[in-house]
């Protein structure tokens, strides 16, 4: 079988001699040296945190659910390491993310709502960032969790010029025409009709009646999560988004005869004054636990493979796909003064080159 072999760069005979990649041992150096982090005193391995840790940064194990839940409902809900005047940030929960929670609530005067341990580590405080109401409109409103693993986590639309205006309930066709213009009903009919022309279903998904909880009426309005920009209310709208300003897409549905955009700031847009974002085809390549780095990405289009005939001796074999993904074995060759290394037999699957 022959080698194929990836171009790589110009290098001397001595730093392209050969030698074994990353990971290619089977045994570890007996010099080798492991070295394990040390437990604080005081700290446990297992089991539930004592009475006097409870609250403080020792209370940091994984606890058993007991169904109890706390929701975020703010845009972030810090997460901190502990509930003292000291206490430091994990990280944050987005709004409408819903985690397992353990008490007793503690109360000071950093969190007179009270204080909870989450899953897996950390603490949130009970007030504006989060409730132990699971059917708080923010909770209810932002239910659709980010597809993980995904090229994006939701969908994601870009403004056109004008931007879409932010509804914060579902308008009227005369409310539409007052803020918009009677135009908007032939920008509607044109976005249907390339959702239909460009398979967008397979990317948005199937457009159905908006959800229940989407005003419809005069007077209600959509509850935004704490920390959002809060327009100030006219009629029916609350502003209008700069051009090319980014939108995460939670819903979409369809209102009179017109597609519009449940944002994950819980903003109403007509998706008609939008660009839909296509997801980029890129993305890593898997390891199977019995291989090991280096792995090349393929930035070049038309980057010609190259097989070798005998050793020392390589010619052209075709080209790679752009972006594509190749597994190396780091065995490398000097050929015409460049340093070349070697691509597994069982190669990563090609990705499609993207456009553009």
Known sequence: MRTAWVIGVAASAAACSERAPPGALAEASASAVVVAAAVPSGARESGPAAASDVGTALDTLPFSSTG??????????????????????????????VVPRRGPAIANEGCPGGWYRINPRGFICVGR?????????????????????????????????????????????????????????????????QYERDGWSALIGAIGPPPDFVPRSGGASLTKPYGTEQGLHRSVQAGQSDPDAGFAIARVFEWQT????????????????????????????????????PVA????????????MKPGLLRPAGTFAFRDSVKLTGRTV??????????????ASPRAAESG
């Open 334 to 347: 000097e050929f015409e003064g460049v340093c070349w290394t070697s691509e597994r037999a069982i190669r």
């Open 297 to 308: 990405i393929v930035t070049k289009r038309w980057a010609l493979r190259y097989e070798e």
């Open 258 to 293: 017109r597609a519009f955009g449940l944002t994950t700031e819980l903003d109403l847009i007509p998706l008609d004054r939008t660009r839909i974002v296509k997801p980029s085809s890129f993305h890593g390549v898997a390891l199977a636990a019995s291989e090991d780095l």
């Open 68 to 97: 109890d839940k706390i929701a975020s409902i703010a845009w972030r809900t810090w997460v901190y390491t502990d509930t003292g005047p000291k206490r430091t940030r994990f990280g944050y929960l987005r709004a409408g993310a």
């Open 129 to 193: 960032g989060a409730t132990l109401d699971l059917t708080h409109p923010v909770v209810v409103s932002a239910d659709v969790p980010p597809k993980r693993g995904e090229g994006l986590p939701y969908v994601y639309a870009m403004a056109k010029s004008p931007g879409p205006h932010f509804y914060f309930r579902l308008p009227s066709v005369g409310e539409m025409t007052q803020v918009e213009g009677a135009a908007y009903a032939a920008r509607a009919l044109e976005w249907k009709a």
